[in-house]
């Protein structure tokens, strides 16, 4: 959330093992109450990590909440090999860098059918269902947003997560982390994208309104169970989805505001089968990329013992 970045690696040269903690300072305990959105965002640093790992010829072999004493070490990855059957996996490692949040209006075209079924199965390698609500059930979905989102622009302390988490004074080149203001995005004009404004009551100078898509095209991903390790699978199964959709010319963004607010998220499900967890909720389409955001500096987030 917010790219607040919370996670941080240790590296074991002796037993050629890479463990991932939670940075807790991170949290947000007001917009992430139960803690959930802190494993999911460090499952996806995780899966970049299984990414760069095979890519590099090496089979990650991984645990996950390897100590039930420790709560902030999230999973472990031993370096063994060769790399052997995870071609797939490797062949996102290009995503990696391309691959950024785009906050702008997305085209009105509709998403193939083989490209959603490709990121459905995607999510299913990783644990997770990925479904695309159409109809109805995505008229819900958006009206869900638009009631989180309007409590948050309401709420004192969703508005001190953005005030702590997005920088519209500091310089880019100061920051390594946040969401800066030329990534916000353009206010929504028209449309009804679930749009979160980063800005909130904030000016922020020469930033245009633009319309958005009439139809947004959003992807629900859950889980069956709803733990921590079910929390770290989300994470995987996001971001292996959003770097094959990068690969596929599609741009994304988050829509986290419903997962935000205990009573709206349930309500996420789909309504015919009712089963399953949401987890994140994703918006692709053809669009502009999106800019690359700060990113903290290795030597904070990294330490290797000898």
């Known amino acids: 959330m917010h790219n607040a ?26 917009s992430d109450p139960d803690n959930r959105a802190l494993p999911i965002g460090c499952g996806a640093a995780l899966l970049n990590l299984r990414v760069a790992v095979v890519h590099e010829g090496r089979h990650p072999e991984v645990r996950l909440l390897p100590d039930p004493t420790d709560r902030a070490l999230l999973a472990t990855v031993r370096l063994t090999g060769p790399a052997s059957g995870e071609r797939d996996l490797g062949a ?7 691959r950024h949040s785009s906050r702008y209006p997305f085209e009105e075209t509709e998403i193939p059918e083989a490209v959603r079924a490709a990121l459905a199965e ?24 638009q009631e989180a989102e309007a409590r ?10 953005l005030a ?3 920088r519209v004074d500091t310089p880019a080149a100061n920051a390594d982390d946040g969401v800066p203001h030329y990534a916000f995005g353009p206010r929504m004009r028209g ?7 980063f800005a909130g009551p904030r000016q922020t100078a020469g930033r245009d309104a633009a319309g958005f898509e009439r139809t947004p095209q959003l992807a629900l ?29 599609l741009s994304s963004s988050f829509a986290t505001q419903p997962l935000e607010w ?22 692709l389409g053809y669009g502009p990329e999106g800019p690359s955001t700060p990113r903290r500096p290795v030597s904070e987030i990294l330490d290797i013992e000898p």
Do not use: C
């Not at 995607?122 to 947003?145: K, Y």
């Not at 948050?152 to 997560?161: A, E, K, L, V, Y």
């Open 5 to 30: 970045q919370p996670w941080r690696f240790r590296y074991v040269r002796r037993s050629r093992t890479l463990e991932l903690r939670a940075d807790l300072e991170r949290a947000m305990p007001h």
């Open 92 to 98: 996102l490692h290009p995503a990696i860098h391309q």
């Open 122 to 145: 995607a999510a299913r390698v990783e644990g997770a269902t990925l479904a695309f609500p159409t109809s109805w059930h995505l008229r819900e979905v958006l009206e869900l947003a």
């Open 152 to 161: 948050n622009i309401t709420d004192p302390g969703s508005d001190q997560d």
């Open 164 to 166: 702590q988490w997005t």
């Open 191 to 197: 449309g009804k994208a679930p749009m979160r404004d």
């Open 221 to 249: 991903l859950s889980t069956d169970h709803d733990s921590p390790e079910d929390w770290l699978r989300a994470g995987q199964a996001v971001e292996r989805v959003l770097l094959l959709a990068t690969l596929e010319g």
């Open 262 to 283: 205990t009573d709206l998220r349930w309500p996420l499900r789909d309504p015919l089968t009712g089963s399953g967890y949401p987890q994140m909720l994703l918006r």
